[in-house]
């Protein structure tokens, strides 16, 4: 764009806000739309930078004395304008488009009239325009594919995609682009009869309900008319496409090429909508549109979007190639799907009034997501999988000082950058989380009954978060006296405060009191965050004299104004464990009797009976207590010591997940203890599952395999490297997609680098050559791999920072001698046509650990700044963030590494006498 215009625009702006104080963003209610008739004109391909634009809008007026309509638009001209009475046809005004004024930062045109406007009367706006196709992925824009002619040599092809959300219908017609302006649309498509290889095939929101012939090769495609729904769901495109099933109702569309990898993704949307319509007593056709369609796009901002009626898929969701596509790219297929698909019913039909109530749109897509699709695929297990994908990963985010609230004050949420902050993984996954958590306090005929009846009462309109409160407390499950709680404050403290409790709990009297306190939980309590926030509490546990997880619905809650609550037991508790199936939103810190008790409980037989996800919990708050300096991180590892009677893959997902950041920081002097604690924790899994894989294996267990061959390999486990030597000597047979990066990693470890290093040379499918490359360079012969490879001036850039990042990354070890390596011939690797040198050395520097390799690094940058010209500040930035990784493996790490050395030689492992409580009093 024209930066001095763009400078012009700016001072005009800030001129603006100066003279005006806050720019108001947000349209008045004074004229509403009910209506629009869209036409959009393509040219042919070799001009295909504009489209015109015809949109009719139907209103109807609120007030008196309406002198000016104002709407939005943003990049487009306006041709003509036009202001029609709505019941006679007739013109009212021929509005003279100099008069139209624009305000670029709201991007609001308004629209002056000579005459006001009659209250409560229907007019029809009308406007000519032409717009921008753009490039952006953004309103109306193109995708481009390539495909090989009978030739064998390539052609493009170039399909026209739609993307309207947060706020880019604007790019495509004048509207009053704001998602409580509900209104209908009728969708006409001028276009070109041919593309480049097939006829041009249109699709929208709704059913194409004719064609009609303009001119030679020039045809008009007319679409149903929608049901009322929000700007930003509305969509077209128009491609080669082929289509898999009725376009009249069902149908997977994807270009012809990848047609044959549609069948998956159709089954599971042909099982997916009608599953829908069951769970929420309402049929998808009943919502008022009788078309879905999935349509696969070779460019997309997103992985999906759930614009009504015309799904866009990003390819790799709705394209499922059996050669390389397994378990976890076939989940990812269900789950989006699920995700997309529930969006019909929440966002669709019943939409939140404003951005600030987002998360009533994504915490439901995100729950069903998981739930959905698990009732679905119950093979994924993605009940349990939710708890440590969704719910442990937010938690960590909800613990620092950037969290936000799921809900914020509307006036809070104006400017497109506001706006965008609300599309933040806490809409998503605590949204998720909290509804979860709403559930299984309610019990399911309860939640899915107030579900059902706010889907219901509130079909198409716009809603806050208090219109699904009163539904849900009107399916409240009967509170007592001693079980209740102020619904009206439980739903402000989860909804509207930022952040969650962790629940404290000490025992005493001869193990028959327990005695509870909450406090915020926080990463860091001095980054600024409020310490004094508390919440409506519901509390669940278990004991070893009544060990009954099933029951998730509160005993009691721990409301906000209480400094503590007291349990008695008649009799001592061997074990106590709160939060069943960590099915509500906070941690528990357990004192140090109470921990040792629930260590025991899961070293017994079949760990006590306590379930997955609380043994996966107990593994992600205790990482968690460390992180923030509550207890030692040898407290931690110690508690580990029963994952070496574990089979099952969600509490190691919690261990590998949270045991990242602290192997990193461990030294090359350290690591054979890690090394050794690694093998001993793994030992019943990996003695289990092996480094052999079967086709009839389990999901869960695949991806088990996955996560243990990787690290124990990874961390030169010998029995690991050993076996999958022997593996892949003995036979060079293809592993299973899921596994197959993980394994021939490995194997170029051990030996196998020369095959796989084959594999990748005669490989033609891209994805599967980016995996044979990245499973090559794990090579242990770092030497021979960045000779050839790093150093090779006709390899792409992308390549050898890959290249170069596994050398160091998968054989932690090799930190130190890969950075020596590329001391020694600096001056080469950055004359080598690559300009991501500084970036690597900087990724690298990330795994530096000691005082020595720091000095190396600071001798590295003194002596040869001046090769990386301006991307030395790179080199500097990396300076500071090695002496504070180093600074904390030194004040964090002492108590861990004390305790892997000295396990290594004991015969028998107790529970730390006491944990290092650093807790602010309560």
Not at 20 to 36: E, H, K, M
């Amino acid at each position: 764009r024209d930066s001095k215009l763009w400078l012009l625009v700016t001072i005009a702006s800030l001129a603006l806000i100066g003279a005006c104080g806050a720019v108001n963003y947000r349209l008045d209610t004074s004229v509403i739309p009910s209506f629009y008739n869209l036409s959009i004109q393509l040219f042919d391909h070799t001009d295909n930078s504009i489209f015109d634009g015809e949109a009719t809008i139907d209103i109807k007026t609120f007030k008196t004395d309406v002198k000016q309509i104002t709407l939005h638009k943003d990049s487009l001209d306006i041709v003509a304008c036009a202001l029609h009475d709505g019941s006679t046809g007739a013109l009212v005004e021929q509005i003279d488009i100099t008069r139209l004024t624009y305000e670029s930062l709201t991007h609001q045109l308004t629209v002056p009239l000579k005459a006001a406007l009659i209250d409560q009367n229907t007019y029809t706006l009308k406007f000519k325009y032409t717009g921008k196709i753009r490039t952006d992925m953004a309103g109306l824009f193109w995708a481009n594919y390539t495909t090989l002619n009978s030739e064998k040599k390539e052609e493009n092809h170039l399909v026209l995609i739609t993307q309207m959300q947060r706020l880019n219908a604007r790019l495509v017609l004048p509207c009053f682009d704001e998602p409580a302006f509900k209104a209908k649309f009728q969708v006409h498509i001028r276009r070109p009869e041919h593309g480049f290889m097939r006829a041009y095939e249109t699709f929208s929101n709704t059913k194409r309900t004719h064609t009609t012939k303009e001119s030679e090769n020039r045809f008009t495609d007319h679409f149903e008319v929608t049901p009322p729904m929000s700007t930003y769901l509305l969509a077209f495109a128009v491609s080669e496409f082929q289509v898999r099933g009725n376009e009249s109702e069902f149908a997977v569309i994807s270009r012809p090429d990848y047609f044959y990898k549609t069948d998956f993704s159709y089954e599971v949307g042909k099982r997916m909508l009608p599953a829908y319509g069951e769970q929420f007593e309402s049929n998808y056709t009943q919502l008022g549109n009788d078309v879905l369609l999935y349509l696969s796009s070779p460019r997309f901002p997103h992985n999906g979007m759930e614009n009504w009626g015309l799904i866009i898929y990003s390819d790799d969701v709705l394209a499922m190639d059996s050669y390389s596509d397994g378990y976890n790219n076939k989940e990812y297929t269900i789950r989006i799907i699920a995700h997309e698909t529930s969006h019909m019913w929440f966002g669709n039909s019943v939409t939140f009034k404003w951005w600030s109530y987002f998360w009533l749109n994504e915490a439901f897509a995100r729950y069903y997501e998981y739930f959905m699709a698990n009732s679905l695929f119950p093979d994924y297990q993605l009940d349990q999988q939710f708890v440590v994908r969704q719910l442990q990963m937010i938690m960590v985010t909800d613990s620092q000082n950037k969290t936000q609230p799921m809900t914020s004050p509307e006036d809070s949420i104006q400017t497109p950058t506001e706006i965008a902050s609300k599309f933040s993984s806490i809409a998503y996954a605590k949204g998720a989380s909290i509804v979860r958590m709403w559930r299984n306090i309610m019990g399911g005929n309860n939640f899915y009954s107030a579900i059902n009846a706010y889907l219901l009462q509130r079909h198409l309109g716009n809603t806050v978060p208090a219109d699904l409160f009163t539904h849900l407390k009107e399916h409240w499950p009967a509170q007592s006296q001693e079980v209740k709680a102020d619904l009206d404050e439980f739903f402000y403290d989860w909804t509207e405060q930022v952040g969650y409790p962790v629940m404290i709990a000490n025992v005493s009297e001869g193990n028959r009191l327990i005695t509870l306190k909450q406090q915020r939980f926080l990463l860091n309590p001095k980054d600024g965050s409020d310490t004094k926030l508390r919440y409506t509490v519901p509390i669940t546990f278990a004991t070893n004299t009544k060990p009954t997880f099933d029951t998730l619905t509160p005993r009691f809650y721990y409301l906000r104004n209480l400094t503590e609550l007291r349990l008695n037991s008649e009799q001592p508790l061997d074990w106590i464990i709160f939060n069943l199936k960590q099915s509500n939103y906070y941690r528990v810190l357990y004192d140090t009797p109470l921990l040792r008790g629930l260590r025991n409980a899961l070293f017994a037989d079949k760990h006590s009976s306590i379930p997955v996800e609380n043994r996966a919990g107990l593994i992600d708050d205790l990482f968690n207590f460390a992180s923030a300096g509550m207890i030692d991180y040898a407290v931690v590892f110690e508690f580990m010591e029963y994952l070496s009677k574990e089979l099952e893959y969600i509490p190691f997902y919690a261990a590998f997940e949270n045991m990242q950041h602290v192997a990193k920081r461990l030294t090359p002097a350290q690591l054979p203890d890690f090394t050794r604690y690694l093998g001993d924790i793994t030992s019943a899994a990996f003695n289990k599952l092996g480094v052999d894989w079967d086709f009839m294996d389990k999901v869960l267990d695949v991806y088990n395999r996955n996560k243990l061959v990787s690290w124990l390999c990874k961390y030169q486990h010998a029995a690991c490297n050993n076996k999958v030597r022997v593996r892949f000597e003995l036979n060079k047979r293809m592993p299973t997609p899921d596994y197959r990066e993980n394994y021939y990693c490995a194997a170029s470890r051990v030996g196998g680098y020369d095959h796989v290093m084959a594999l990748y040379t005669n490989e033609t499918f891209a994805k599967e050559k980016q995996l044979l490359w990245r499973a090559a360079s794990c090579t242990r012969d770092y030497k021979m791999h960045y000779n050839n490879e790093v150093l090779n001036k006709s390899r792409d850039a992308d390549l050898k920072t890959t290249a170069l990042k596994q050398l160091y990354e998968q054989n932690p070890d090799l930190v130190t001698p890969v950075f020596q390596m590329i001391n020694e011939n600096v001056t080469q690797l950055a004359e080598s046509s690559w300009d991501k040198t500084a970036e690597a050395l900087s990724n690298l520097s990330e795994y530096f650990t000691t005082r020595d390799q720091q000095k190396m690094f600071v001798d590295f940058c003194e002596k040869n700044s001046t090769l990386f010209g301006s991307s030395a500040d790179t080199l500097k930035k990396a300076l500071v963030t090695v002496e504070s990784n180093i600074q904390w493996g030194e004040q964090r790490l002492p108590g861990l590494v004390k305790y892997l050395h000295e396990r290594n030689g004991a015969t028998g492992l107790t529970l730390a006498t006491s944990l290092l409580l650093l807790i602010a009093a309560v």
